[in-house]
Structures are given as structure tokens and as C-alpha cells.
T-cell receptor, first 114, second 114 residues
Framework: KTQVEQSPQSLVVRQGENCVLQCNYSVTPDNHLRWFKQDTGKGLVSLTVLVDQKDKTSNGRYSATLDKDAKHSTLHITATLLDDTATYICVVGDRGSALGRLHFGAGTQLIVIP | DMKVTQMPRYLIKRMGENVLLECGQDMSHETMYWYRQDPGLGLQLIYISYDVDSNSEGDIPKGYRVSRKKREHFSLILDSAKTNQTSVYFC?????????????FGKGTRLTVV
């Protein structure tokens, strides 16, 4: 059973627009949540990690929120660029160490058009 | 420059052939992973290695085995490849014992079994 659900499955936005990606999960315990960017044919690159019960992070044009009570996270991308075209993957870690397991969502495919 | 390197990047094998996927990391990370990524699914853990000769099965180990004789190298072996093992395989590494430890991914190996 899928424990990390991402929506939308795919999204097309025009360059300069903002977008919001959603992640709902049922993983327990939920130690942390990380968002990755995966360019086509490439590996996953970490964008941000959220840890606290209600957490917010910001990394340039990327900002993220986490609500552990709701088991929900969002990734906001502001003023999108063509290079933002990629798959964004939500990953929930059930422990804070490598002994834990990472639970991966299937990703949201973002396409930024001119 | 922290790096996880996978070789080869692309591979085509016939059903029944043996397959060797190699992974190296230059960060002296103790923990290494092999995942596979299939369309519409999140990454699935095949094997995890906590250090040299300390390997554990992940969620989908059937049909695979691994070898870790040096901390820097982690190999994935398919004895008698099957067509349903066609996938993109990712190697990753991390530092154990730290909260929210970051995971570094290679660029992946695209394996096609015909």
C-alpha cells in the first residue's frame, strides 16, 4: 500500500508563475520529510528537509511546510524558471538515522513552458 | 565534491544473463543503498548496507544480491536477469547516526532486459 501520495501527478505552468505541490502520507513514525528534485535522467537532489511538528523552510525560490498532525506537506515554487522542469519527490523518513526507512512518493512531474 | 558514481549508466542484457551494477562514493559513508524506480511508483529499496559485509534485505530483494567488500563500493548483482527487472536503478549513500541524515544519490543505471 502506498504510504506517500503526491498530487498533482503532473503540472504545467508558464515561466514566472508560482506553483504548489502536495504530499500526503500515512508513514508512522514520521521523523522527517524531505523534498527532492529529479531532473530527467538524473539522480535525486535534496531541496529541503522538514523536521518539526509544524515546520517551514525556505531555500531560494523553494519553500516548504510540514504539518505532522495532518501528515501533510507542501512545496511552493515561486517565479518558476524553465530549469524548474523536473519531477519533485516527497520522501518521509521514519527515523532520524540510517537505521530508518525512507518512504518515497511517486513524484509530481512539473513542466514549465515559456 | 561529494559524489555517488554509478556504472554503467545504460545497460541492455538478454534474459538469463548475469548483470553487475557498480556504485562508488567518495564520502566514506558507512551506509549505502540500492533502489529501483519504475514509472508511477516511488523508489523501492532493494538492499541496504551498513558497512563492509553488513548487508540487509530491503523491501524487494528477490532476484538480487549485493556485495560490499570496500566501504567505497557497493555492487548489485542480478543472477539470471528477468524482463521484469527492467528498471532504473539508483545507488545512494548516507551518514548513519545523525538526525535527518542527508542521502546522496547517483545518477542511476537504466537496465533493459530483453
Amino acid at each position: 500500500k502506498t504510504q506517500v501520495e503526491q498530487s498533482p501527478q503532473s503540472l504545467v505552468v508558464r515561466q514566472g508563475e508560482n506553483c504548489v505541490l502536495q504530499c500526503n502520507y500515512s508513514v508512522t513514525p514520521d521523523n522527517h520529510l524531505r523534498w527532492f528534485k529529479q531532473d530527467t535522467g538524473k539522480g535525486l537532489v535534496s531541496l529541503t528537509v522538514l523536521v518539526d511538528q509544524k515546520d517551514k523552510t525556505s531555500n531560494g525560490r523553494y519553500s516548504a511546510t510540514l504539518d505532522k498532525d495532518a501528515k501533510h506537506s507542501t512545496l511552493h515554487i515561486t517565479a518558476t524558471l524553465l530549469d524548474d522542469t523536473a519531477t519533485y519527490i516527497c520522501v518521509v523518513g521514519d527515523r532520524g538515522s540510517a537505521l530508518g526507512r525512507l518512504h518515497f512518493g511517486a513524484g509530481t512531474q512539473l513542466i514549465v513552458i515559456p | 565534491d561529494m559524489k555517488v558514481t554509478q556504472m554503467p549508466r545504460y545497460l541492455i542484457k538478454r534474459m538469463g544473463e548475469n548483470v553487475l551494477l557498480e556504485c562508488g562514493q567518495d564520502m566514506s559513508h558507512e551506509t549505502m543503498y540500492w533502489y529501483r524506480q519504475d514509472p508511477g511508483l516511488g523508489l523501492q529499496l532493494i538492499y541496504i548496507s551498513y558497512d563492509v559485509d553488513s548487508n540487509s534485505e530491503g523491501d524487494i530483494p528477490k532476484g538480487y544480491r549485493v556485495s560490499r567488500k570496500k566501504r567505497e563500493h557497493f555492487s548489485l548483482i542480478l543472477d539470471s536477469a528477468k524482463t521484469n527487472q527492467t528498471s532504473v536503478y539508483f545507488c545512494a549513500s548516507s551518514v548513519p547516526g545523525q538526525g535527518n541524515t542527508e542521502v546522496f544519490f547517483g545518477k542511476g543505471t537504466r537496465l533493459t532486459v530483453v
